[in-house]
C-alpha cells in the first residue's frame, strides 16, 4: 500500500516542484449525476481520494498558488455520438472568500482518448475566492456539455450523449517558475 501511495503522490511530506493533487478513475452514470448530492453532475472528490500530503499553505514555503496545474483527462468510455463534453475542476478551500471556490476545466472532447493542458493557476475562473494559504480540502468534478457555465450533462433532453461515461482524471500541481514532468 505504501509503495503504490508513494507511486501516486510521491514522498510523504515532501513537495519539491509538484505534488499530485488526485488521480481518480470512475464511472458516472445518469442515476450517478441525478444523486450527486449536494450538486447534481459533480462528482466529490475528499476524503481518501484527494492527496492527504497535500500542503496546507500553497504560498509558502513553496509557491504553488502562482504556478500551474497539470490537468491530464483520459476518457476511457463515451457514448457513441460525438457530443462535446467537459468536466469543471473546481478548487474547494478550508476557506474562501467571495463565492468561496473557483473552477478550470478540460477542454472540450468528443471521443475517448487522452487530453493534457497545463493552466496558470491564477488565470482560472475565481481563483482569487480560494485563500491559498489555508489550503484545499476537496475537489468537486462536474460533467457538463460545450455551453460550459450551467450546462450541467444531467439537465440535457439527450443525457444518453453524456452518459454512461469512464474517465481517469489527474490534476498535478505545479509550483511557479517549475515546469511539469512526467
Partial sequence: MRT???LLFGTIGAFGEQFVLFDVTFSYTKADADGASPSKSHYYVKGPLINPSRPVNWVAPVDYRNGTV???LEV???PAGGEATTWTLCYIPN???GNG???TGTDLYTEAGVYEKDVPMTAFWEN????WEEGIKQMDLVIKDASGGRGHAHRRADH???FPTKVRITMTQVSQGAVYRR
Avoid at 482569487?128 to 485563500?131: H, L, M, P, V
Fill in 101 to 103: 471556490y473557483g473552477c
Fill in 70 to 72: 497539470h490537468i491530464r
Fill in 76 to 78: 476511457l468510455e463515451k
Fill in 4 to 6: 503504490l501511495f508513494l
Fill in 128 to 131: 482569487g475566492s480560494i485563500i
Fill in 160 to 162: 444518453e450523449k453524456f
Fill in 95 to 97: 476557506k474562501g472568500q
